[in-house]
């Protein structure tokens, strides 16, 4: 009994000591940027950031807003991939400086010869977006009619069913919603009308960690670590 | 009496409100404790509806909100805002507000807030609040109209019962009192007789009910006063007989009787009715107060008015006085009051008791008379006629203005005066004789009277009356005389200038008469002239037959100037100056004066002078000459006397000139004096005026001095005269001297020119000046036709006008006058020169003639010179130099 109970406290005492040294981290990407069981493309690079700092990296999913509102509040202690300038919305966060990734939006449509270069170009069109995108929402002002969507795969059925001519989304996201659905006859319309930075934010209580991370980020990239996560990742999912 | 006017009565009026007061208040109470039960209830609703939100969205909204969907959230809480009387449905995080649904306006808001939590990763969250607002207003609008539905159910319960009420009250009570009223109403002297009945079932009277009570004694209190009436009614009677004798006397005097009190403003206790003729106030006006008798007083009597009536009634004496009383329609009522007041045992005054008569009438007139007596005055005064009024016995009484200016003494210094202290005996004399005439005939008289005033020596035209007092007695005289001597005058002046027309007249008739003889006088002359000049000119030289023509000649040239001065004289000639030497002129003249003056006169000339010339015409001066030494010689003619002529060069200063009238500069004064009887000083002035003469009838035309005048006026020099009364007289004539040089140019000898055979038809009905003019003009080369008719000349010129060059023809013919010859000719051939002769004529002068396109006009006589002249400057159509 004596060492039940010693092997219990020990047990407890080591569950601690591992709770002092995980961070808890959501994001709202999807497959094949984030997967449930955190093989996407930007968990594994952020795992492997964490990985080199020492510190323990649990990774939940919630929906876009939740997500950023949890961090803010220190439900969470970070949430990524998100794009630079939340920290001004969101006063608790912090952005870790170094980028996760790229986000190139596109538009996805039946057509492929949609000349869609710029924010503008979507004036004449029936437009589909997610609700919540901060981007998106601030950008695209110009269009013959808006439709918000809760998630994407509103977002592909609303264009499915021609209930309008495109759909802006991040390009890798739609690759891998298309795959994952089996969705076809949908094609993104190159080149990306815009591309942004995405980056992973803490909360403040977390604020001191931001240079190993970034130095670690550094690290994954420049010894190819990065490269090799992101073809394991993603050329699933890239069109043939 | 309505129904309805029964209701509005007081007694009816007062049980409908007591009763609809009482109803309301229950209405109001029942009605309250109504809606508290349904006030609760409502709520009890209400909490109801906020716990089936609670139920049935709240796990919903938590769902929505973790995930943050948006558009889920507001769908969720657009169902709740449906539910009764939710107004606002919020989701608030951090005081901020993601979703809202309705709005929190208005007033009668309950708020229940409901906390939003999430289970994550085994820890419960609060993730946001839910604030669901619930409005009363619902519930008290439906309170609202159950107090509606409640007050109108009442309302018209509460009017049936109020109504039957009423009913019931006027059937058994109002009824009866109206009844009541009515005979008191109607209740007089006359239905004392008529006993109240009230109407009702007979039923009634058996109980005696309140009523019956009522009844019984007000027929009670009719019967007793039927007995005192009788008792009264005799008393009165004779009251009002002794207030009737009593208003008749004080309504009978002439006058407002009145009592008042003694201050002001007198408020009045009693006053006649005839205080409203005087007043436009009633006298009831006075007697209530409403009009105050001392307000009425004229601001400017007042005083006066109050200061003598206190005086007199401290002084416990009668007052009055005059004054003046403003009436209602702003005129002015004169007052003449009398009074005083009546004193209570300590000789305080209680009253003012009083007669007021209205005088307006009276002041009236004697402002008239006042006004007439002053109008009466300024017509006296105002008038330029001196009117004055004497007494019997010729002293002054009155004397208005115009008589003082007359007499030269104020009015204090003429009254009581006679004439006789107040003008020259002489005509205080004549003003007498007329006023005793008036006085003695007691008539009227009108007459003129000369006297001596302050205005010098007048005429006076008197009208002067006797004034008789009203009992017939003679009391003095009244007179009117206006000052006539500028009509006097007038009169005389007029007398003076009707001799004077006359004699102007008369002289117009010589000057036609001489103008007349002119023309037959200057032919003669001209037969004369123009032989006596061939005499000359035949003769041989140095000849005595040469020397007598030559002074044939020159005397005819000279009876030619005076017919020429007679037509001047009588304005029938033109009179023409020449630059002439006056001394040759003046020694030619003395040389003709001395044969006709008497030896008795010794005449002496002084003549220092060289050959100096003016420019004159040599008639007028020698008419000058001959004027004054005529005068000279009439002066001397009884008593014989030495005449002086002289003549000499003189200067004339600038110093002179305001003198003499003339401008400075060199003159010829010739000077004529004579020893005789001289001019008087009050007549020298006069000397020169025309028509003036001291002389005797015929001797002289009183026009000898005045042309004298007139013609050195025109030559720009001057005549005066210095004269000593019995020593003599000297008359001086100033003549300007006129340059040397121009005198030369004018003087210089011209040759006659002569004709280069020109052909002439000369036309003069006179025989003898047809020969004449024939030989003269071929004398001086010329081929002369001549014809003695108009007619005849006319038809040789019209049978071959190219014959003639020049026409010269008499003015004065027979059949056809010169100028309608001319006329004629010039119509057969425009460019003929014609010169017209004329010894006189009043139809034709130079202007006129040449005018009609004559070349020249020459009078008559013709000399040789002028004649030669004229006909070169017509035939080359030079301009004459001189004539």
Redesign the interface.
């Known amino acids: 009994m004596k060492i039940l109970n010693i092997l219990l406290g020990l047990l407890l005492f080591s569950q601690s000591v591992i709770a002092a040294d995980q961070i808890?981290v959501a994001t709202a990407d999807g497959i094949p940027l984030s997967m449930p069981d955190g093989k996407g493309f930007h968990d594994q690079v952020i795992q492997e950031a964490f990985n080199r700092i020492n510190i323990g990296l649990q990774i939940?999913h919630l929906?876009?807003?939740?997500a950023l509102?949890?961090a803010n509040e220190g439900?969470e202690q970070g949430v990524y991939v998100r794009v630079e300038g939340l920290d001004n919305v969101y006063k608790n966060l912090r952005r870790v400086p170094e980028k996760i990734t790229d986000y190139r939006f596109v538009a996805f449509s039946k057509k492929k010869n949609l000349l869609i270069n710029n924010w503008d170009s979507t004036a004449p069109f029936d437009v589909g977006i997610i609700?919540?995108w901060k981007i998106l929402e601030k950008n695209i002002k110009k269009y013959n009619s808006l439709v918000?969507v809760?998630n994407p795969t509103i977002l592909f059925n609303i264009l499915v069913e021609d209930k309008v001519d495109l759909i802006v989304y991040n390009e890798h996201d739609g690759y891998g919603h298309m795959k994952e659905n089996g969705i076809t006859g949908i094609y993104p319309i190159q080149p990306p009308f815009a591309q942004k930075e995405m980056f992973l934010y803490l909360h403040k209580d977390k604020e001191s960690l931001i240079p190993a991370l970034t130095k670690a980020l550094k690290s994954i990239k420049e010894d190819g670590t990065y490269e090799k996560i992101k073809t394991i990742t993603l050329s699933p999912y890239l069109p043939k | 009496m309505s129904l309805f006017s029964k209701v509005k009565s007081r007694l009816a009026a007062k049980l409908v409100f007591y009763i609809l007061f009482f109803s309301t208040i229950v209405t109001f109470v029942s009605t309250g404790t109504q809606l508290l039960f349904e006030y609760r209830r409502e709520i009890k609703h209400l909490n109801s509806t906020v716990k089936q939100v609670k139920q049935s969205h709240l796990s919903t909204i938590v769902s929505s909100l973790?995930?943050?969907?948006?558009?889920?959230l507001e769908t969720e809480l657009r169902g709740i805002k449906e539910l009764p009387d939710v107004t606002n449905v919020e989701i608030i995080r951090d005081k901020n507000k993601i979703v809202s649904v309705g709005s929190s306006n208005g007033d009668h808001l309950l708020s229940h807030d409901f906390p939003l939590t999430h289970t994550?990763?085994g820890?419960e969250?609060k993730?946001g609040t839910l604030k669901v607002e619930v409005s009363l207003q619902g519930v008290y609008k439906r309170l609202k109209e159950r107090v509606i539905i409640i007050l109108v159910t009442q309302a018209f319960k509460t009017f049936l019962v109020s109504s039957f009420t009423f009913l019931l009250f006027y059937f058994l009570i109002v009824k009866h009192l109206h009844t009541m009223a009515a005979y008191a109403k109607s209740f007089n002297l006359s239905r004392l007789e008529i006993p109240l009945k009230l109407n009702r079932k007979s039923d009634d009277y058996q109980t005696e009910d309140e009523l019956f009570v009522v009844e019984k004694a007000m027929n009670e209190m009719r019967l007793n006063l039927i007995n005192e009436i009788d008792v009264v009614r005799a008393s009165q009677n004779a009251l009002s007989k002794s207030e009737e004798r009593y208003r008749s006397l004080i309504n009978n005097i002439p006058g407002v009787v009145y009592r008042c009190e003694p201050t002001f403003p007198w408020n009045v206790d009693y006053i006649g009715e005839l205080i409203e003729d005087y007043t436009g106030y009633s006298a009831e006006d006075f007697k209530n107060g409403k009009i105050l008798y001392g307000n009425l007083i004229h601001p400017d009597d007042s005083q006066m008015v109050d200061s003598v009536v206190s005086e007199m009634v401290s002084k416990g004496q009668p007052f009055e006085f005059e004054y003046r009383l403003i009436h209602f329609d702003g005129t002015i009522r004169w007052i003449f009051e009398k009074g005083r007041a009546v004193y209570d045992q300590d000789r305080i005054p209680l009253w003012l008791d009083g007669v007021l008569l209205n005088i307006t009438d009276k002041k009236l007139a004697e402002k008239q008379l006042e006004e007439k007596e002053v109008l009466l005055k300024s017509i006296i005064e105002s008038t330029s006629d001196a009117i004055f009024f004497k007494d019997v016995k010729g002293r002054y009484v009155l004397a208005n203005t115009s008589t003082q200016k007359a007499i030269g003494k104020t009015e204090e210094q003429i009254i009581g005066k006679t004439d006789f202290d107040l003008f020259p005996a002489e005509s205080a004399k004549i003003i007498q004789q007329v006023d005793s005439s008036v006085l003695k005939s007691k008539k009227s008289i009108l007459a003129e009277e000369h006297l001596q005033t302050s205005y010098g020596e007048t005429f006076w035209q008197a009208n002067k009356s006797p004034l008789i007092d009203n009992k017939g007695n003679l009391i003095g005289l009244v007179g009117v005389s206006r000052n006539i001597t500028d009509f006097k005058n007038a009169v005389a002046e007029r007398e003076d200038l009707k001799k004077r027309l006359m004699q102007a007249q008369k002289m117009e008739a010589i000057g036609t008469l001489a103008g007349g003889i002119a023309h037959d006088f200057n032919n003669v002359l001209g037969v004369i002239l123009g032989y006596a000049e061939m005499v000359a000119e035949d003769a041989p030289s140095g000849s005595s037959l040469k020397k007598d023509a030559g002074k044939i000649v020159i005397a005819a040239n000279r009876a030619k100037d005076l017919v020429k001065q007679i037509l001047a004289f009588s304005r029938q000639a033109k009179v023409e100056k020449a630059p002439i030497n006056i001394k040759l002129l003046i020694r030619e003249g003395l040389k003709m004066l001395r044969s006709s003056i008497p030896s008795t006169i010794i005449i002496t000339e002084d003549i220092d002078l060289e050959n100096e010339y003016i420019l004159a015409d040599p008639t007028q001066v020698h008419q000058i000459l001959m004027n004054l030494c005529t005068n000279a010689y009439q002066a001397m003619e009884e008593t014989g006397g030495e005449m002086n002529i002289s003549i000499k060069s003189t200067v004339v200063s600038p110093k002179q000139e305001l003198e003499l009238d003339i401008s400075s500069g060199n003159y010829i004064e010739l000077s004529v004096s004579d020893t005789g009887r001289g001019i008087r000083p009050e007549i020298i002035d006069k000397i020169f005026d025309p028509y003036f003469t001291t002389k005797d009838i015929g001797k002289g035309t009183g026009m000898g001095l005045a042309i004298i005048h007139g013609i050195m006026q025109e030559y720009g020099g001057a005549i005066t005269v210095q004269s000593e009364l019995g020593k003599g007289s000297t008359f001086h004539a100033y003549f300007p001297v006129v340059a040397q040089e121009t005198a030369n140019k004018i003087e210089k000898p011209e040759n006659i020119p002569h004709g280069k055979e020109e052909r002439i038809l000369f036309i003069d009905d006179e025989e003898l000046l047809a020969e004449i003019g024939k030989d003269m003009l071929e004398r001086l080369g010329y081929h002369v036709t001549v014809r003695r008719s108009s007619i005849e000349a006319l038809t040789t010129f019209q049978d071959s006008p190219d014959k003639f060059d020049i026409v010269i023809t008499d003015q004065t013919m027979p059949d056809m006058t010169g100028t309608d010859l001319a006329r004629r000719i010039m119509q057969i051939r425009p460019d003929i020169p014609i010169i017209l002769c004329t010894g006189y004529s009043n139809l034709i002068d130079e202007h006129s003639a040449k005018a009609l396109g004559i070349n020249e006009f020459v009078l008559k006589p013709l000399t040789k010179s002028t004649i030669a002249r004229l006909i070169r400057k017509a035939l080359n159509g030079q301009s004459e130099s001189g004539s």
Request: glycine content about 4%.
């Open positions: 808890v939940i929906p876009a807003e939740r509102i949890n439900i609700n919540g918000k809760s | 973790w995930v943050y969907d948006l558009t889920m994550h990763r820890q969250l993730i």
